[in-house]
Protein backbone atom coordinates (compact mmCIF):
# COMPACT_ATOMS: atom_id res chain seq x y z
CA UNK A 1 0.00 0.00 0.00
CA UNK A 2 1.18 3.49 -0.96
CA UNK A 3 0.53 4.95 2.21
CA UNK A 4 0.86 2.09 4.67
CA UNK A 5 2.71 4.11 7.75
CA UNK A 6 3.38 1.17 9.85
CA UNK A 7 1.09 2.53 12.27
CA UNK A 8 -1.97 0.23 12.20
CA UNK A 9 -1.03 -2.66 14.54
CA UNK A 10 -3.82 -4.66 13.39
CA UNK A 11 -2.69 -4.74 9.69
CA UNK A 12 1.72 -5.24 10.68
CA UNK A 13 0.54 -8.39 13.13
CA UNK A 14 -1.15 -9.65 9.46
CA UNK A 15 1.77 -8.69 7.82
CA UNK A 16 4.21 -10.70 10.53
CA UNK A 17 2.15 -13.83 10.08
CA UNK A 18 2.03 -13.41 6.46
CA UNK A 19 5.92 -12.53 6.05
CA UNK A 20 7.75 -14.23 9.33
CA UNK A 21 11.21 -13.11 10.02
CA UNK A 22 12.69 -16.59 10.10
CA UNK A 23 13.22 -17.02 13.82
CA UNK A 24 11.37 -17.15 16.63
CA UNK A 25 10.68 -14.28 18.87
CA UNK A 26 12.98 -11.04 18.87
CA UNK A 27 16.59 -11.53 18.41
CA UNK A 28 18.65 -9.05 20.21
CA UNK A 29 22.06 -8.14 17.65
CA UNK A 30 24.93 -6.04 19.62
CA UNK A 31 27.74 -7.05 17.20
CA UNK A 32 28.60 -6.19 13.34
CA UNK A 33 25.34 -8.16 11.36
CA UNK A 34 23.47 -7.78 8.37
CA UNK A 35 19.93 -8.90 7.86
CA UNK A 36 18.90 -11.01 4.50
CA UNK A 37 15.98 -11.26 2.69
CA UNK A 38 14.64 -14.57 1.32
CA UNK A 39 16.81 -14.28 -1.79
CA UNK A 40 19.93 -13.91 0.38
CA UNK A 41 20.18 -9.79 -0.65
CA UNK A 42 21.23 -7.96 2.02
CA UNK A 43 18.46 -5.36 3.50
CA UNK A 44 20.71 -3.92 6.36
CA UNK A 45 23.85 -3.27 7.79
CA UNK A 46 24.15 -3.23 11.68
CA UNK A 47 27.64 -1.39 12.68
CA UNK A 48 27.86 -0.82 16.49
CA UNK A 49 31.13 1.71 17.09
CA UNK A 50 32.12 2.36 13.48
CA UNK A 51 31.72 5.71 14.17
CA UNK A 52 35.19 7.26 16.42
CA UNK A 53 34.89 9.77 19.50
CA UNK A 54 36.29 12.50 17.48
CA UNK A 55 33.87 11.60 14.37
CA UNK A 56 31.01 11.62 16.87
CA UNK A 57 32.10 14.94 18.59
CA UNK A 58 32.58 16.65 15.05
CA UNK A 59 28.66 15.69 14.58
CA UNK A 60 28.17 17.06 18.24
CA UNK A 61 29.58 20.35 17.11
CA UNK A 62 27.58 20.54 13.99
CA UNK A 63 24.24 20.11 15.70
CA UNK A 64 25.22 22.80 18.07
CA UNK A 65 25.16 24.88 15.03
CA UNK A 66 21.56 23.71 14.41
CA UNK A 67 20.34 24.45 17.58
CA UNK A 68 17.60 27.66 17.08
CA UNK A 69 16.21 25.85 13.99
CA UNK A 70 16.02 22.58 16.14
CA UNK A 71 14.24 24.37 19.15
CA UNK A 72 12.02 25.91 16.54
CA UNK A 73 10.54 22.54 15.08
CA UNK A 74 9.28 21.06 17.53
CA UNK A 75 5.19 21.73 17.94
CA UNK A 76 2.77 21.33 20.14
CA UNK A 77 -0.12 20.12 17.63
CA UNK A 78 2.87 18.40 15.38
CA UNK A 79 2.67 15.21 13.31
CA UNK A 80 4.77 12.98 15.21
CA UNK A 81 8.21 13.50 13.60
CA UNK A 82 7.59 16.79 15.27
CA UNK A 83 5.24 16.85 17.91
CA UNK A 84 6.46 17.54 21.74
CA UNK A 85 5.21 14.43 23.28
CA UNK A 86 7.64 12.71 22.07
CA UNK A 87 10.63 14.96 22.20
CA UNK A 88 12.30 14.72 25.77
CA UNK A 89 11.65 17.71 27.53
CA UNK A 90 15.06 20.07 27.65
CA UNK A 91 16.38 21.22 30.89
CA UNK A 92 20.00 22.93 32.31
CA UNK A 93 21.47 19.21 32.27
CA UNK A 94 20.28 18.57 28.39
CA UNK A 95 23.50 19.38 25.82
CA UNK A 96 21.87 19.37 22.73
CA UNK A 97 18.35 20.68 21.60
CA UNK A 98 15.37 18.75 21.59
CA UNK A 99 13.79 18.86 17.65
CA UNK A 100 13.96 17.28 14.33
CA UNK A 101 14.85 19.27 11.01
CA UNK A 102 15.90 18.56 7.45
CA UNK A 103 19.18 19.47 5.39
CA UNK A 104 19.70 19.90 2.12
CA UNK A 105 20.72 21.51 -0.93
CA UNK A 106 17.72 20.79 -2.98
CA UNK A 107 14.38 20.39 -1.12
CA UNK A 108 10.92 20.43 -1.79
CA UNK A 109 9.30 22.72 -0.09
CA UNK A 110 6.10 21.53 2.31
CA UNK A 111 3.28 21.04 -0.07
CA UNK A 112 4.69 22.19 -3.13
CA UNK A 113 6.42 18.83 -3.75
CA UNK A 114 5.58 19.07 -7.54
CA UNK A 115 6.60 22.34 -8.23
CA UNK A 116 9.40 22.54 -10.86
CA UNK A 117 12.25 23.29 -9.21
CA UNK A 118 13.24 22.35 -6.03
CA UNK A 119 15.30 25.02 -3.26
CA UNK A 120 17.90 25.01 -0.24
CA UNK A 121 15.93 24.03 2.47
CA UNK A 122 15.21 26.60 5.15
CA UNK A 123 17.89 25.14 7.46
CA UNK A 124 20.33 26.44 4.98
CA UNK A 125 19.88 29.81 3.82
CA UNK A 126 21.35 31.37 7.01
CA UNK A 127 23.64 33.29 7.69
CA UNK A 128 25.31 29.61 9.67
CA UNK A 129 24.88 27.53 6.29
CA UNK A 130 28.71 27.70 5.33
CA UNK A 131 29.79 26.44 8.56
CA UNK A 132 26.62 24.14 8.92
CA UNK A 133 28.04 22.78 6.01
CA UNK A 134 31.64 22.93 6.44
CA UNK A 135 30.93 21.08 10.03
CA UNK A 136 28.65 17.93 8.47
CA UNK A 137 31.35 17.85 5.85
CA UNK A 138 33.65 15.12 6.98
CA UNK A 139 30.82 12.81 8.57
CA UNK A 140 28.88 13.05 5.16
CA UNK A 141 31.97 12.09 3.05
CA UNK A 142 32.20 9.10 5.85
CA UNK A 143 28.70 7.85 5.17
CA UNK A 144 29.33 8.00 1.40
CA UNK A 145 31.96 6.25 1.58
CA UNK A 146 30.13 3.49 3.66
CA UNK A 147 27.09 3.53 1.22
CA UNK A 148 29.95 3.06 -1.72
CA UNK A 149 30.89 -0.29 -0.55
CA UNK A 150 27.20 -1.14 0.87
CA UNK A 151 25.84 -0.23 -2.38
CA UNK A 152 27.98 0.34 -5.73
CA UNK A 153 24.59 0.99 -7.38
CA UNK A 154 22.89 3.29 -5.77
CA UNK A 155 26.92 5.84 -4.68
CA UNK A 156 27.11 5.86 -8.52
CA UNK A 157 23.35 7.04 -9.24
CA UNK A 158 24.05 9.55 -6.19
CA UNK A 159 26.72 10.98 -8.11
CA UNK A 160 25.36 11.46 -11.57
CA UNK A 161 22.12 12.99 -9.81
CA UNK A 162 24.59 15.73 -8.31
CA UNK A 163 26.23 15.94 -11.33
CA UNK A 164 23.11 16.61 -12.89
CA UNK A 165 21.20 19.40 -10.21
CA UNK A 166 24.78 20.58 -10.80
CA UNK A 167 24.12 21.73 -13.67
CA UNK A 168 20.88 22.87 -13.14
CA UNK A 169 21.84 24.85 -10.80
CA UNK A 170 24.37 27.04 -13.15
CA UNK A 171 21.26 27.11 -16.17
CA UNK A 172 18.72 27.86 -14.29
CA UNK A 173 20.57 30.48 -12.30
CA UNK A 174 20.13 29.43 -8.80
CA UNK A 175 23.16 30.94 -7.07
CA UNK A 176 22.11 29.55 -3.42
CA UNK A 177 21.96 26.05 -5.20
CA UNK A 178 25.37 25.87 -7.06
CA UNK A 179 27.19 27.57 -4.00
CA UNK A 180 25.39 24.73 -1.53
CA UNK A 181 26.39 22.19 -3.45
CA UNK A 182 29.85 23.10 -3.89
CA UNK A 183 30.34 22.00 0.28
CA UNK A 184 27.81 19.30 0.36
CA UNK A 185 30.01 16.37 0.61
CA UNK A 186 27.04 13.65 0.80
CA UNK A 187 25.73 11.50 -1.83
CA UNK A 188 22.35 11.66 -0.26
CA UNK A 189 20.32 14.36 -1.21
CA UNK A 190 19.27 15.19 2.34
CA UNK A 191 19.97 15.32 5.99
CA UNK A 192 17.42 14.67 8.90
CA UNK A 193 18.73 15.80 12.20
CA UNK A 194 16.57 14.02 15.27
CA UNK A 195 18.02 15.24 18.61
CA UNK A 196 16.43 14.26 22.20
CA UNK A 197 13.23 12.01 20.76
CA UNK A 198 11.70 8.83 20.82
CA UNK A 199 10.83 7.10 17.24
CA UNK A 200 7.31 5.24 17.47
CA UNK A 201 7.18 2.22 14.66
CA UNK A 202 6.66 3.40 11.51
CA UNK A 203 7.36 2.90 7.22
CA UNK A 204 8.78 5.71 5.59
CA UNK A 205 6.69 4.96 2.50
CA UNK A 206 8.14 7.85 0.29
CA UNK A 207 11.54 5.35 0.27
CA UNK A 208 12.49 3.27 -2.21
CA UNK A 209 13.16 -0.37 -1.32
CA UNK A 210 15.74 -0.82 -3.10
CA UNK A 211 18.15 1.86 -1.80
CA UNK A 212 19.79 2.47 1.58
CA UNK A 213 19.00 4.92 4.10
CA UNK A 214 22.22 5.85 6.88
CA UNK A 215 20.91 5.81 10.92
CA UNK A 216 23.50 7.22 13.08
CA UNK A 217 22.92 7.34 16.69
CA UNK A 218 25.69 9.83 18.43
CA UNK A 219 25.47 11.01 22.01
CA UNK A 220 25.76 9.48 25.79
CA UNK A 221 23.12 7.82 27.10
CA UNK A 222 22.37 3.53 27.84
CA UNK A 223 20.07 0.77 26.82
CA UNK A 224 19.24 2.49 23.56
CA UNK A 225 17.53 0.35 21.47
CA UNK A 226 16.33 0.47 17.63
CA UNK A 227 13.11 -1.97 16.74
CA UNK A 228 13.09 -3.42 13.69
CA UNK A 229 9.56 -4.99 13.89
CA UNK A 230 9.32 -6.46 10.01
CA UNK A 231 12.74 -8.82 10.86
CA UNK A 232 12.22 -9.62 14.49
CA UNK A 233 15.20 -7.52 15.20
CA UNK A 234 16.33 -5.24 17.86
CA UNK A 235 19.79 -3.45 18.05
CA UNK A 236 21.75 -0.81 19.99
CA UNK A 237 22.56 1.61 16.62
CA UNK A 238 23.58 2.77 14.60
CA UNK A 239 21.91 0.82 11.33
CA UNK A 240 21.90 1.08 7.76
CA UNK A 241 18.96 -0.18 6.37
CA UNK A 242 15.88 -0.54 3.39
CA UNK A 243 12.75 0.96 4.50
Not at 127 to 153: D, F, G, N, Q
Amino acid sequence: MRHDTGHNEEREEKLLQRCPPGHEGTKLVEIPATILDVSGAIIAWYLPDALTDATQKEIWAASDLLAPMLEESVKVDGNWRTNQRWFKPSSEDDVLTPGCINVSPVWFQQGHENQLDPQVSASLKGALSEKILKAIARPAAIATAALRVMHPEQYWAGLRAFGSLGEKAQSKELPKMSETLQYWASVFNSLSVISNRQTPNHRDHLSIPECFDILTSVGNYSNARMNVGGAGWEDGWPVVGKD
